[in-house]
């Protein structure tokens, strides 16, 4: 088995602790209307019933509102729209795609640069894991979901300011099913988000960290006070390559097996 590069979690009992954080660095967004296009994005597959994501996690239990997923859809769509600001400039750069799907359907990519396939997965700001739910993966890791869905060659991640979460459990939505629109949209509009992108990882790294059993077990504890609901692969954000190292490793042909 390859020696792997990436440090565990530090583990006691049922605990586990991040030890290779990353300090959050914000960008703004250079365009307004990222944001609006995410906010529609979210509404409609949500509030607005015109599309819909899975009320829980793969592996995992908790029944989640609609406030929830909202949350989890705008931060998820968002961090899209950041690695699109990130390559800005590159060749055959593609937009977030924005089409709304039903339940069992998931959009086949996040991000083509270059023709190379960039996965994007989003956190909150204080976040420091790139987390995969094992579900949803195979050992040599293909993403193994949804089958029209492709495995990425890298996986970048980014985390946002301000929380979603946190702004409507202020006004007490998070846990809602139902939202005034024009509600919501201001309580989006009344703050200026920024991102930060960790950095990436490659598909071959991606098996290393699989093989090595970098899991976060269901119903474990992290920092002795979030709750699993799911079984996760993790890599902490420290463990990440900046993202400005990515031509280097397609040069190096490390990208694909």
Same mark, same amino acid.
């Given at each position: 088995?390859?020696? +792997?590069?990436?440090?565990?979690?530090?583990?006691?009992?049922?605990?586990?602790?991040?030890?290779?954080?990353?300090?959050?660095?914000?960008?703004?967004?250079?365009?307004?209307?990222?944001?609006?296009?995410?906010?529609?994005?979210?509404?409609?597959?949500?509030?607005?019933?015109?599309?819909?994501?899975?009320?829980?996690? +793969?592996?995992?239990?908790?029944?989640?509102?609609?406030?929830?997923?909202?949350?989890?859809?705008?931060?998820?769509?968002?961090?899209?729209?950041?690695?699109?600001?990130?390559?800005?400039?590159?060749?055959?750069?593609?937009?977030?795609? $924005?089409?709304?799907?039903?339940?069992g359907?998931?959009?086949?990519?996040?991000?083509?640069?270059?023709?190379?396939?960039?996965?994007?997965? +989003?956190?909150?700001?204080?976040?420091?894991?790139?987390l995969?739910?094992?579900?949803?993966?195979?050992?040599e890791? /293909? &993403?193994? !979901? !949804?089958?029209?869905?492709?495995?990425?060659?890298?996986l970048? $991640?980014?985390?946002? !300011?301000?929380?979603?979460?946190?702004?409507?459990?202020?006004?007490?939505?998070?846990?809602? !099913?139902?939202? /005034?629109?024009?509600?919501?949209?201001?309580?989006?509009?009344?703050?200026?988000?920024?991102?930060?992108?960790?950095?990436?990882?490659?598909?071959?790294?991606?098996?290393?960290?699989?093989?090595?059993?970098?899991? $976060?077990?269901?119903?474990?504890?992290?920092?002795?006070?979030t709750?699993?609901?799911?079984?996760?692969? &993790?890599?902490?954000?420290?463990?990440?390559?900046?993202? /400005?190292?990515?031509?280097?490793?397609?040069?190096?042909?490390?990208?694909?097996?």
């Open positions: 088995m390859p020696k +792997s590069k990436f440090e565990p979690l530090n583990k006691v009992g049922d605990n586990f602790y991040i030890t290779k954080p990353r300090i959050f660095k914000p960008k703004p967004f250079a365009k307004k209307s990222d944001i609006a296009e995410t906010f529609e994005f979210a509404w409609a597959m949500t509030f607005g019933a015109d599309g819909a994501h899975r009320d829980h996690r +793969s592996g995992g239990t908790l029944k989640r509102k609609n406030g929830e997923i909202f949350a989890n859809t705008f931060q998820g769509k968002l961090a899209e729209f950041a690695i699109s600001q990130e390559f800005l400039g590159f060749d055959g750069v593609q937009r977030p795609d $924005l089409s709304v799907y039903g339940l359907k998931w959009d086949s990519f996040d991000i083509y640069v270059n023709s190379l396939h960039i996965g994007v997965k +989003s956190t909150k700001n204080y976040g420091n894991l790139l995969l739910e094992t579900k949803d993966w195979s050992v890791a /293909d &993403y193994s !979901n !949804n089958s029209e869905s492709q495995s990425p060659d890298f970048c $991640l980014i985390r946002l !300011n301000p929380d979603v979460d946190g702004i409507l459990k202020k006004q007490r939505l998070l846990y809602s !099913n139902s939202c /005034d629109k024009l509600i919501m949209e201001k309580l989006i509009n009344d703050h200026n988000f920024t991102y930060d992108c960790c950095g990436f990882i490659s598909k071959s790294e991606l098996k290393i960290v699989f093989n090595n059993r970098f899991i $976060l077990p269901r119903h474990a504890m992290l920092n002795g006070r709750k699993m609901d799911a079984e996760n692969y &993790y890599v902490q954000a420290g463990d990440l390559t900046p993202l /400005d190292l990515i031509a280097e490793f397609k040069k190096s042909n490390t990208v694909k097996d």
